[in-house]
Structure formats: structure tokens, C-alpha cells
């Protein structure tokens, strides 16, 4: 019996990924582990984007509401806040009591709980009253950019609440270990990678249901759909909703890695960049938006350190090619499907041409 | 201050920025309208156009070195969008989201290539001393109300541009062929209108206004690689909220934008009046999911 190739290749990976830490430097390995959260969001930008035709320029909002939930929680952890200890950034500020909203995040249970919760279903209620009104396409990326905006400036402001632009950092613990030791941090690896492989598997198995079916018959013609009597918009919200929620994951995930979170990571610029990932790698096949969030990020790592400002001629050239010449991304170029798919949307968007002159 | 005095000079401000928005804005809702794309590079059209004022001002210092470079900008601005819409707008048409995205892209090279040209930290446009003045009233109920003169300027030129197009829109050939192609593309090509120019000519003439923008922008304050940013994302809200490709729904969205900031402003600081704003554009779409002005048509996508 002969295996087929891709098997072997994903066995290998899996391999790679879950002994990263014996192969790979530490640094190396932190830069990973990074990345691989920040592709936890990317699935998500795949699953609305490739899937569901919604164009979000404000996934760092919701990567950020997780980021400064788990966040929040590491800084009132080891505090005795009935003694009226204060993080330090509030001290700082001049503030003389917590901020009611900060308390419950001192339970750790509530913090893991609020990283999943919070941005889903700020993301959901969100995207539902955008859809609802059969507003979406580009007004729909519009609202987001504002939103990106907004936050961010939201939180820049607040400094004596949100730790302003500095943001939240110098963590120690987390459930009482020491999150800032190397063994730590492989375990937090492992955590991310094993993170990485069950949203994976759970997007394969979403992506073929019947949900998943549903949500590409809506991506390519909404009003048909309504004719043949469903209801698009349940579908979409659904979609933004659990985009949102992975994008909470791999926000918490990062400031483990990172040990910081900052409105430098959730504003407009770096929303938009998360797209620009999942357009590299192929937006419509799962691992793609992987491969391109890991390819982007290492690539702008290399780049950015080196020659700062040819980093940004190199991000604005990416996206212009990315969109005009590579529209299945990098993973659309080892599909084997692509052919039919790329006659089917250029069928699809011809359609589209007519209606939309 | 009177209370009615700081009440209305804050409604004038609005206006001012009001009026800053219907220029940067016209272009982006007018493209908009005919393509159904957004240009994500608009913004850094009025960047285009303040540095453009900047260099025109070293060529020809001096009291009529602003009205030599509202033209330039206006041209050059114009020329640039021109090339943009050629080279990447044109070739993604019907992929709306993809030409928001390639868009982007330039306008990340635009803003970059700008801090190399002229640095990250911005260069100062000196307005002319026929501008710089303030109008202020000394007495009766509306005592110490200021009115700068830049401000009002600002007004005069966003009328006197929106007049220009309105003429040009409802009066000549070209505005004919405009609205005929806005209402029905395939019928306006078969009849013997060059849809394809009409895209390429609105397009650069709205980042044309764009960059005439740009040159009022660098009389309020210095040009910055990133000056275009601030504006533009209150000018994409502008474009939601006035319907498509209207001229009417664009000033009157524009208004309601820039009123509601400065009013907004009166009560709570700038980050959270970003916020409201965004609110009250959200509330406003669960009644007026088309923007302002409604265009009546049978079809049902587009």
C-alpha cells in the first residue's frame, strides 16, 4: 500500500512541531511559538475571509480583547487586593483604588474564560447588527477599520485603566508557576502547537459540514440563498464570531510568548497586516493560512531588523502581488482542486462584474 | 465666553471639518458609486497634496504661494491617482475587497516613501498673512466668539469645489455620461460611452480634490508621512453614511459627521468621541442601511 505524500509531509510536521523545543534554539523557539499563536488568528481570518467572504480590517480588536484579558488577570496575580495592592502601571498613574472592572479578572478562571468569550461575542453581537441590515462587502471592512481605530485610540487614552501606550507587561506567574523561565516557555509552546492543531482539525471538520457549505453558498451569492429560504445572516455571525473568539486565543497565547500587550499590536496597521498573511498563504485552504502567517512573519523578522524601512516597501509590494497575481495564495498554487476552483471563481466574479455594472 | 458663544464656535468648527470631509470624501463615494471600490490610498492623496503645497512654497514663497499650490497639488494629485487607478485599480475591478487590499499596499509605499523623502517627522506649511487672522467678535450675546480666518477659507473653497462638480455633474457632457454610467454600465457603453475613461476621469479628479484637500490640511497643521490616516477613516464613514456615489448624500453625511464630532467633543475627549462616532454610525445603519440618499433601483445586488 502507498501512502500518499501528504500524509507523510503532515506527519513530519507534527513531528517537527511537537518536538520544536529539543531542535530549535530557545530564541528561535520563541519566535515559533509566536507566530503559531498569531496563526491561530489567521484560521480565523481564513474561516470569514476565504469562507464566508467577509473582509475584517479589525481582527486585531478582538486579539487584543483576549491579549489584555489574560493580561489583566497576570497583573493582579500574586497582588493582595484586599490589602489594596495596585499593578504597577497604576500606581503610576495616580490611581488610589482598582478599577471595579479589573476585580474578577484576579480569578484566573474568569480571565481563561473572558480570553474565548469576550471577543466572540463582541464579534458576533457586532457583526449582527452590521448584517442584519444587509450591510457587508466593503462597508463591512470599512466599519472594522474605524472600529481597529477606535480601539486602539480607546486604549492609548486610558492609560491609567489599560496601561496606556506601554501597554501591560513584566508578568511573573501564572496559576502560581513562573512563566518567564525556559522551561516555561516550552511548555507554553506546547500549548500553542497543541492549540494550533485542535482549532485545525476542528476547522477541517466544520469547513466540510453542512454549516461549511452554507457559509460558501452565502460567500457566493447571499440572495440566492435567501431565495432558496435560509437565512444568510445566522451563518456569518456564527463565522465572525468564532473568528473572533480565535483571534481571543491567539491573542492571550501571544502576550504569553511575548510578555507584553500593547495597542501597537491591535491598531489598524497591524489588523490589516493580519490579512495580508492569510492573502500570502492561500485564503481559502486551512494549512495556507499557517504557511503564510509563519512565511510573513519570519520574512518580516529578518527584513524588518535589518532594513526597517525596505520591510514596509516589501509589506505594500506583498499586498499588491499577493491580491493581483496569487489570489489562492501560496497553499492554491499545491491544491490539487485549484483549477476547477479558480475557473469556478473567475465564472463567480464575472457574474459579479455584470452585477455590479 | 458666553455660553452660546462656545456653543456655536464649536458648531463652526464642525462645519470647517465638515467641509474638510466632503473633499476627501467626494472622491472616495463618486469612485465608489461607478466601481463599486473604495482606494485605500486616498488618504495619502491630501498627504500628496500638503507636501506638494510644502515644495510649491519653497518654489514661490510668499502671499500667493498657497493659490499657485492649490492647482498643483490638485494636478498632481490628480496625475498620481490617475496612474494608480490604471495600474492596480482597473485591473482588480469586481473584486472589491481584493482593490481595498492592493490599495492598501500602495498606500503603505506612499507613506513610506514619503519618510524617506521628507522624514518621519513632518515639514510646516506657513499660511500666508492674508490668512492669518482671526475674526472675533467683541460684543453682544455672542461676545468672544473667535472665527479664524484659515477656517473660513476652508469653507469657501470646499463650497466653491462643490459647486464645480455639481455644475460639472448636472451641466456638461462629461456629467451626463457620469450619471449614465452610474445608473447603467452596459447600456451607457452601448450607447457609446467610453466607460472606461468615465471610471479613470471621476477617479482622478476625486483624488484630485483629494490633494486640493491636502493643501488646506497643511494650512491647519504640519504634513506628516501619516497626515492622511487621520482624516480618512471619519471620510470612509462619510462614504457609508451618505449611499452610493451621491453628491447630495455625501455633503449631507459629511455634515452629520463632522457636527457630531465637534458637538461630541464638547462633552468627552477625542478617543471616546472616536468611539461614539462609530456608535452612532452603527445605530444609524439599523435605519438607514443604504446611507442618507437612497437610490431607487430594481436591482438587487451591487
Redesign the interface.
Known amino acids: 500500500m502507498r501512502i500518499p505524500p501528504k500524509y507523510i509531509i503532515a506527519a513530519l510536521l507534527l513531528a517537527f512541531g511537537a518536538l520544536a523545543p529539543f531542535i530549535i534554539n530557545a530564541y528561535q523557539l520563541s519566535l515559533l511559538g509566536r507566530f503559531l499563536a498569531l496563526s491561530i488568528l489567521a484560521m480565523g481570518i481564513m474561516l470569514t475571509?476565504g469562507e464566508a467572504?467577509i473582509?475584517s480590517?479589525g481582527q486585531g480588536v478582538f486579539f487584543g480583547l483576549g491579549g489584555y484579558a489574560l493580561a489583566m488577570h497576570l497583573k493582579l496575580e500574586g497582588l493582595n487586593l484586599a490589602n489594596g495592592d495596585m499593578p504597577d502601571f497604576m500606581v503610576w498613574s495616580g490611581v488610589s483604588t482598582l478599577p471595579a472592572f479589573w476585580y474578577p479578572f484576579a480569578s484566573p478562571v474568569f480571565a481563561l474564560a473572558c480570553v474565548v468569550i469576550v471577543p466572540g461575542a463582541f464579534a458576533a453581537a457586532?457583526s449582527w447588527?452590521?448584517f442584519r441590515?444587509?450591510?457587508g462587502?466593503?462597508?463591512f471592512?470599512?466599519?472594522t477599520?474605524?472600529?481597529a481605530?477606535?480601539f486602539s485610540?480607546?486604549l492609548?487614552?486610558?492609560q491609567a485603566l489599560t496601561g496606556g501606550f506601554n501597554g501591560l507587561t513584566n508578568f511573573s506567574t501564572l496559576f502560581g508557576y513562573d512563566i518567564t523561565t525556559q522551561r516555561a516557555a516550552q511548555v507554553i509552546y506546547w500549548i500553542t502547537f497543541l492549540f494550533v492543531v485542535l482549532v485545525y482539525v476542528f476547522l477541517r471538520w466544520l469547513l466540510t459540514s453542512r454549516y461549511g457549505v452554507m457559509l460558501r453558498a452565502t460567500r457566493d451569492g447571499e440572495?440566492r440563498v435567501r431565495f432558496l429560504g435560509h437565512n444568510p445572516v445566522p451563518y456569518k455571525v456564527v463565522a465572525f464570531g468564532l473568528a473572533g473568539a480565535l483571534a481571543g486565543i491567539g491573542g492571550a497565547l501571544f502576550t504569553l510568548h511575548a510578555g507584553v500587550v500593547s495597542p501597537a499590536l491591535v491598531g489598524?496597521v497591524p489588523s490589516?497586516e493580519m490579512?495580508?498573511w492569510v492573502?500570502v498563504g492561500g485564503r481559502n485552504i486551512l494549512w495556507g493560512a499557517i504557511a503564510g502567517t509563519l512565511l510573513v512573519n519570519f520574512a518580516k523578522d529578518q527584513i524588518s531588523s535589518a532594513f526597517p524601512?525596505l520591510w514596509?516597501?516589501g509589506?505594500?509590494?506583498?499586498?499588491?502581488l499577493?491580491?493581483?497575481f496569487l489570489?489562492a495564495g501560496i497553499a492554491g498554487m499545491f491544491h490539487p482542486s485549484s483549477r476547477e476552483e479558480s475557473v469556478m471563481r473567475r465564472i463567480l466574479?464575472?457574474r459579479?462584474?455584470?452585477?455590479?455594472? | 465666553m458666553h455660553e452660546s458663544a462656545f456653543l456655536l464656535g464649536q458648531i463652526f468648527n464642525g462645519f470647517s471639518v465638515a467641509s474638510l470631509f466632503i473633499l476627501a470624501a467626494l472622491g472616495l463615494a463618486l469612485s465608489f458609486g461607478l466601481m463599486r471600490v473604495i482606494n485605500m490610498a486616498h488618504g495619502e492623496m491630501l498627504m500628496l497634496g500638503g507636501y506638494l503645497a510644502y515644495l510649491t512654497l519653497q518654489v514661490i514663497p510668499g502671499p500667493l504661494g498657497i493659490i499657485v499650490a492649490m492647482p498643483v497639488a490638485f494636478v498632481g494629485a490628480g496625475i498620481i491617482g490617475a496612474i494608480l487607478e490604471f495600474a492596480v485599480i482597473h485591473r482588480l475591478s469586481a473584486r472589491p475587497l481584493d482593490t481595498l487590499l492592493a490599495t492598501w499596499g500602495v498606500s503603505l509605499i506612499l507613506q513610506q516613501a514619503a519618510r524617506n523623502l521628507f522624514g518621519a517627522i513632518g515639514v510646516e506649511v506657513t499660511a500666508p498673512a492674508w490668512l492669518n487672522h482671526t475674526i472675533t467678535i467683541s460684543s453682544g450675546p455672542l461676545a468672544g466668539l473667535d472665527l479664524p480666518d484659515t477656517r473660513i477659507f476652508i469653507l469657501i473653497i470646499a463650497g466653491v469645489v462643490l459647486g464645480l462638480i455639481a455644475a460639472l455633474l448636472n451641466k456638461t457632457r462629461l456629467g451626463l455620461y457620469v450619471r449614465a454610467v452610474n445608473q447603467d454600465r452596459p447600456t451607457a457603453a452601448a450607447m457609446g460611452v467610453n466607460a472606461r475613461l468615465i471610471d479613470l476621469s471621476v477617479f482622478a479628479l476625486g483624488t484630485g480634490v483629494a490633494g486640493l484637500a491636502g493643501v488646506i490640511l497643511a494650512l491647519l497643521g504640519p504634513v506628516t508621512p501619516t497626515v492622511g490616516q487621520s482624516y480618512i477613516v471619519p471620510a470612509f464613514l462619510v462614504v457609508i453614511l451618505g449611499g452610493l456615489g451621491s453628491l447630495v448624500g455625501t455633503t449631507i453625511a459629511s455634515l452629520i459627521v463632522g457636527l457630531f464630532t465637534a458637538l461630541i467633543e464638547i462633552f468627552v475627549d477625542v478617543s471616546v468621541a472616536q468611539v461614539l462616532l462609530l456608535v452612532f454610525v452603527i445605530v444609524f445603519i439599523q435605519f438607514r442601511p443604504q446611507g442618507v440618499i437612497t437610490v431607487h433601483t430594481r436591482a438587487l445586488e451591487g
Not at chain 1, 315 to 320: C, E, S, V
Not at chain 1, 352 to 357: C, G, I
Open positions: 475571509w467572504g473582509l480590517l457586532f447588527l452590521v441590515r444587509r450591510v462587502g466593503v462597508y471592512a470599512l466599519i477599520q474605524a472600529l481605530l477606535a485610540t480607546l492609548i487614552s486610558q440572495n489598524v490589516i490579512v495580508v492573502a524601512s514596509l516597501y509589506l505594500g509590494a506583498l499586498f499588491i499577493a491580491v493581483s489570489p466574479s464575472r459579479k462584474l455584470r452585477t455590479a455594472e
